[in-house]
Structures are given as C-alpha cells and as structure tokens.
C-alpha cells in the first residue's frame, strides 16, 4: 500500500531554514508527480510546490517561489522540501502528496513553526 511518511519540521527562528523529507513507499516513485501542501490553522490547504518524476521540472508557489527548493532522490524513493528565509507566515503543518489512480495519498504531516 502507499504510505508517504514526513520528517524535519520544528521550531525555528524567522530568517532560518529548514528541511523537510518525504519517504514514499508502496508505488512506482520514479514514474508520479509529488508534491508538497502545507495547511496553517484556520486556513485552506494550498499548494507549496510539485516536481515531475524525474525531477527535471519544478513549480512553486508565487509565495514560497525563491525561497523554497523541492527535489527528489529516485534512489531513495525520497522528496525533499529546502525552506530558506522562513517568514512566521509559512507556519503550517506540512504535507507530501501523491496521487495513484483513483486515490490521492497523503502523508501524516510534520509541523513547521517560524517564531523568535
């Protein structure tokens, strides 16, 4: 069975950085889009950031874009988030993504909280 499973959230001060890894299993990794959502409290979970399966092709949120690096390693069936220059704004749990016909997986979520 699919299981997406997060790390490296916590606490960190604004202007810092973190990164967040996704361990996939239980489907071809090589060949699926993922993706990274975050949701803070009180709001929608939105887009962060998606990266195609060999990961040649990267997209980012206009909030997040410049500051924040998705990449993989195929090898490691692993996606990675690098969060730079963290604002108290990108505070939210955040979530990797898959989707494998018909369902849309999700994992279980690593909070990230920006605050001094």
């Known amino acids: 069975q699919v299981q997406l499973v997060e790390s490296g959230g916590g606490l960190v001060q604004p202007g810092g950085s973190l990164k967040l890894s996704c361990a996939a299993s239980g489907f071809a990794f090589r060949n699926y889009f993922m993706r990274w959502y975050r949701q803070a409290p009180g709001k929608e979970r939105e887009l962060v950031a998606s990266?195609?399966?060999?990961?040649?092709?990267?997209n980012y949120a206009g909030s997040v874009k410049d500051r924040f690096t998705i990449s993989r390693d195929n090898a490691k069936n692993t996606v990675y988030l690098q969060m730079n220059s963290l604002k108290p704004e990108d505070t939210a749990v955040y979530y990797c993504?898959?989707?494998?016909?018909?369902?849309?997986?999700w994992g279980q979520g690593t909070q990230v909280t920006v605050s001094s």
């Open positions: 990266i195609t399966g060999s990961g040649a092709i990267t």
């Open positions: 993504n898959v989707d494998v016909s018909p369902k849309r997986y």
